[in-house]
Nanobody, 123 residues
Framework: QVQLVESGGGLVQAGGSLRVSCAAS????????MGWFRQAPGKEREFVAG????????YYADSVKGRFTISRDDAKNTVYLQMESLKPEDTGVYYC????????????????WGQGTQVTVSS
């Protein structure tokens, strides 16, 4: 079955950097568009960044544009989110998601989800 396993979360001070990873299995990774979402306490889950199957197209939420970078390594079946200049409002559980390329771009609804990794940014 499809599994998405996030890792790399933790506690970091404001202004710091962190990279979270998502390892995928049970699917042909290169045929999936990938995304990162986050959910802060008491808030709805929100989109953070997405990357197309070819890796050539990325898009970001306005709140993270210029600070976060999404990338993928198809040889490792892994998608990354590099986060720079972190702010306390970036705190939340970060989820990766996968959607088949047969569906629309950008995905309206991702098919598969990971369990999430906690990122906490202290002020």
């Amino acid at each position: 079955q499809v599994q998405l396993v996030e890792s790399g979360g933790g506690l970091v001070q404001a202004g710091g950097s962190l990279r979270v990873s998502c390892a995928a299995s049970g699917l042909t990774f290169s045929l999936y568009n990938m995304g990162w979402f986050r959910q802060a306490p008491g808030k709805e889950r929100e989109f953070v960044a997405g990357i197309r199957w070819s890796g050539g197209t990325t898009y970001y939420a306005d709140s993270v544009k210029g600070r976060f970078t999404i990338s993928r390594d198809d040889a490792k079946n892994t998608v990354y989110l590099q986060m720079e200049s972190l702010k306390p409002e970036d705190t939340g559980v970060y989820y990766c998601a996968a959607d088949p390329i047969a569906n629309s771009w950008p995905p309206q609804r991702y098919r598969y989800w990971g369990q999430g990794t906690q990122v906490t940014v202290s002020s």
